[in-house]
């Protein structure tokens, strides 16, 4: 029992209760958000569209995503975390209802693109509400448990979301806006806004961690002739670097779910086969990610990213040898592993790098590259797979290898740079102000 009670705080204890209610609130968003899952499939099956316009429709709903993560960022540094939180999921249940009830397929992609900014906007929201109240120390099992109720709730939802569609596909998208509404209901009653007050300050200063107006010597020259906004996190070299890298990362995992099945299918391997792997990757997820703190804790984070993007090279790499069904599986464990290593130190160094009043911009930058992943991986990795073959992978190794080595290179500069803020804020924070 005493081991038992140890690995359970070391894995979850001492993070304030609002960051629970955070956590059950992105389960249950998670969880219901299983309608867009089958949206190709009604567009063909129920409202007699192409298989071409279901794909326009769903590409609709991906150009939203990446609408609508920049958004939710500006919004929840401006309006707050919780009133993005609110406004983003009342949307959803809203624009949810009207794909259930439409007919046209004008007005489904229409909606279809507007749930797609609905359902991406309360991401920079949710991880800049957990770093505003979860201490610094603490944040990286926080991220661990983020990352963990993020796909229990997708491995949730995938299971719902077969069984809805048989019955019925209005159930489908009834039931999402439903459960998307429960979400905004705890939210509604148990998660107060947790974004730091403003205080005015001189031209150029910003508050600090305490709402202080200070300058903030990481960020002096980013952005330097305007307010510090969006722009900043786009012209921020450092983090930029972070960015590119965890790119690369995001086209490393999406082969998963885009180019991977169609090498299974040319190995005359079926499709019941491809859903064993990824079923194992999710069910290693599941089982697995809340051990990952005991094993990463007190290990530097840019060394982490290494072995797990290097982990992820090698899975990947491995599936040019690959024509059976016990290799994919091999494989499969070997990336998952580095998503799960990836997933804390990638959060936390987001976390790290992004000034206090820009963390959901910081944020919202940093999730585009999923978006612009799921557009890159399919477009070119199906190229390079239809004039390279098995070489593909060779390709995807070589790549995820070179991740890795940057990340051995930017790491320490990145550390350098948390540092300084962290000796800075607290020295300027003693000095009189204006």
């Known amino acids: 029992m005493r081991g038992l009670r140890r690995w359970w705080d070391a894995t979850a204890g001492g993070l304030p209760a609002t960051f629970w209610y955070l956590w059950a609130g992105l389960l249950v968003n998670r969880a219901g958000a299983f309608a867009?899952?089958?949206?190709?499939?009604?567009?063909?099956?129920?409202?007699?569209?192409?298989?071409?316009?279901?794909?326009?429709?769903?590409?609709?709903?991906?150009?939203?995503?990446?609408?609508?993560?920049?958004?939710?960022?500006?919004?929840?540094?401006?309006?707050?975390?919780?009133?993005?939180?609110?406004?983003?999921?009342?949307?959803?249940?809203?624009?949810?209802?009207?794909?259930?009830?439409?007919?046209?397929?004008?007005?489904?992609?229409?909606?279809?693109?507007?749930?797609?900014?609905?359902?991406?906007?309360?991401?920079?929201?949710?991880v800049a509400a957990i770093v505003d109240v979860v201490p610094e120390h603490r944040r990286s099992r926080a991220f661990n448990l983020q990352f963990?109720?993020?796909?229990?709730?997708?491995?949730?939802?995938?299971?719902?979301?077969?069984?809805?569609?048989?019955?019925?596909?209005?159930?489908?998208?009834?039931?999402?806006?439903?459960?998307?509404?429960?979400?905004?209901?705890?939210?509604?009653?148990?998660?107060?806004?947790?974004?730091?007050?403003?205080?005015?300050?001189?031209?150029?200063?910003?508050?600090?961690?305490?709402?202080?107006?200070?300058?903030?010597?990481?960020?002096?020259?980013?952005?330097r002739s305007r307010p510090p906004g969006l722009h900043t996190a786009l012209t921020d070299r450092t983090f930029l670097v972070f960015v590119g890298l965890t790119f690369v990362l995001a086209v490393l995992t999406m082969q998963t779910s885009t180019i991977m099945p169609l090498a299974m299918r040319a190995d005359g391997l079926s499709p019941s086969a491809y859903g064993t792997v990824v079923a194992l990757g999710g069910a290693l997820i599941v089982v697995g990610q809340l051990f990952v703190p005991g094993l990463i804790d007190r290990r530097r984070a840019?060394?982490?990213?290494?072995?797990?993007?290097?982990?992820?090279?090698?899975?990947?790499?491995?599936?040019?040898?690959?024509?059976?069904?016990?290799?994919?599986?091999?494989?499969?464990?070997?990336?998952?592993?580095?998503?799960?290593?990836?997933?804390?130190?990638?959060?936390?160094?987001?976390?790290?790098?992004?000034?206090?009043?820009?963390?959901?911009?910081?944020?919202?930058?940093?999730?585009l590259t999923f978006p612009a992943a799921s557009f890159v991986a399919p477009t070119l990795g199906g190229v390079s797979l239809q004039y390279l073959g098995e070489r593909h992978w060779l390709v995807v190794a070589a790549l995820g290898l070179l991740a890795a080595g940057g990340h051995l290179l930017a790491g320490p500069s990145r550390e350098r740079r948390v540092a300084a803020r962290r000796v800075a804020a607290p020295t300027r924070a003693s000095q009189p102000v204006g």
């Open 36 to 126: 867009v899952l089958f949206l190709s499939l009604y567009l063909t099956a129920a409202r007699g569209a192409s298989e071409s316009l279901a794909g326009a429709v769903v590409g609709a709903y991906g150009a939203g995503g990446a609408v609508g993560v920049l958004l939710g960022g500006v919004l929840a540094d401006r309006w707050g975390r919780r009133a993005t939180l609110l406004a983003a999921h009342l949307s959803a249940a809203g624009l949810m209802v009207g794909l259930a009830f439409s007919r046209h397929l004008a007005v489904i992609a229409a909606l279809a693109a507007l749930v797609g900014i609905a359902h991406s906007m309360p991401s920079p929201a949710f």
């Open 302 to 367: 840019h060394r982490v990213l290494a072995l797990s993007t290097g982990l992820l090279a090698v899975g990947f790499g491995a599936l040019a040898v690959a024509d059976q069904l016990w290799v994919y599986l091999a494989a499969a464990v070997v990336w998952t592993v580095g998503s799960m290593l990836a997933a804390p130190p990638n959060a936390q160094i987001n976390a790290d790098l992004a000034p206090p009043e820009l963390r959901a911009r910081y944020q919202s930058v940093f999730y």
């Open 148 to 223: 963990w109720a993020f796909n229990l709730g997708m491995a949730v939802a995938s299971l719902l979301a077969g069984l809805l569609a048989e019955a019925s596909f209005l159930a489908l998208f009834l039931v999402d806006a439903a459960a998307t509404l429960a979400a905004a209901a705890l939210i509604a009653w148990k998660v107060p806004e947790t974004l730091p007050r403003r205080h005015s300050g001189p031209a150029g200063s910003r508050p600090d961690e305490a709402g202080r107006a200070v300058g903030d010597p990481v960020t002096e020259g980013v952005g």
